[in-house]
Nanobody, 115 residues
Framework: QAQLVESGGGLVQPGGSLRLSCAAS????????MAWYRQAPGKQRELVAT???????NYVGSVKGRFTISRDNAKNTVFLQMTTLKPEDTAVYYC?????????WGQGTQVTVSS
């Protein structure tokens, strides 16, 4: 059974950094595109970044230059390094494993950017 477990969220001051991790099990990790989404209170869930099995990446415009998605296929883990965090980055961050029509989701981890 597929399982995605996020970790690394927390409270950070504006301008600070956090590194999110997502450990996958029950899937052939390297054939899945991995992605991070986020959902802020009262807003729709939005795609933040994706990384293919081969390592190609894409980012939403608001995080380009600040966030970096990466993966370790040997450890079945995807990361999201977040720097220069802003209050508007506050959200629950979700990890997904995508291989259409299959899409697995983690339970989410809270990131709060506040002074």
């Amino acid at each position: 059974q597929a399982q995605l477990v996020e970790s690394g969220g927390g409270l950070v001051q504006p301008g600070g950094s956090l590194r999110l991790s997502c450990a996958a099990s029950g899937i052939i990790f390297n054939i899945y595109t991995m992605a991070w989404y986020r959902q802020a209170p009262g807003k729709q869930r939005e795609l933040v970044a994706t990384i293919t099995g081969g390592g190609s990446t894409n980012y939403v415009g608001s995080v380009k230059g600040r966030f970096t998605i990466s993966r370790d296929n040997a450890k079945n883990t995807v990361f999201l390094q977040m720097t220069t965090l802003k209050p508007e980055d506050t959200a629950v961050y979700y990890c997904t494993a995508q291989r259409p029509p299959i899409n697995y989701w983690g339970q989410g981890t809270q990131v709060t950017v506040s002074s």
